[in-house]
């Protein structure tokens, strides 16, 4: 079944729009994560590149727009603050031209175009399709759709912070670990930086 993307690897998506979350400073990093090198390339080219390969269009959601302007790349500033990754999302989705987002953070160096194009793939009507392993879910690397506004909305307003708290009311497309590994058999796509220990590990 993964053979099938090699032929169309190189063709851009249509009508599902590429966001990177870059958060600024790491508390736990020290630093801004997205400007930290593996393999002599900062983690948000690496991010950059791949998702350029991928969609028609992305865009970066970021509240430091000076920071990131040599990547030559839309940018937009989170309409609420404080919300994090959320916010983000929710930015996202409200600038949305085309009906689908795919949303990942600028932290996870090793994505995999195939995984990501499968996952649009499985979309059919669903809200949201999020990766799970081990009951574990990673809302950010993950699809959304503009359908969830209205649940991400409400959850701000009652000053929810967390992303998975809007599941509950949306229709969820759950990637389990089995079908991740037919595209990623390593699980590479969810290694990511938090802290400077973690680079030597996961170079």
Excluded at 34 to 43: K, N, Q, T
Aim: aromatic share 10%; net charge negative; glycine share 6%.
């Amino acid at each position: 079944m993964a053979a099938r993307h090699n032929k169309a690897e190189r063709q851009l998506l249509e009508g599902v729009t590429g966001f990177i979350l870059l958060g600024g400073k790491s508390s736990r990093y020290g630093s801004n994560k997205a400007f930290v090198e593996i393999e002599g390339v900062r983690l948000v080219d690496r991010v950059v590149r791949v998702m350029k390969s991928i969609f028609h269009r992305i865009v970066l959601l970021t509240n430091t727009p000076e920071e990131y302007a040599y990547l030559q790349t839309p940018m937009v500033e989170d309409l609420i603050k404080g919300f994090g990754p959320m916010g983000g999302i929710y930015t996202g989705l409200m600038t949305l031209s085309d009906e689908v987002g795919f949303f990942v953070a600028c932290d996870m160096p090793f994505l995999s175009e195939s995984l990501i194009r499968h996952m649009v793939d499985v979309r059919d009507d669903f809200d949201v399709v999020v990766p799970r392993m081990d009951w574990m879910l990673e809302p950010l690397h993950a699809l959304y759709s503009k359908k969830c506004l209205p649940v991400i909305r409400e959850t701000i307003r009652q000053d929810q912070h967390q992303i998975l708290k809007c599941f509950a009311e949306l229709r969820v497309r759950f990637v389990d670990e089995e079908e991740l590994r037919l595209w990623d058999p390593e699980l590479r796509s969810f290694f990511n930086i938090n802290k400077p220990q973690d680079l030597p590990r996961q170079v």
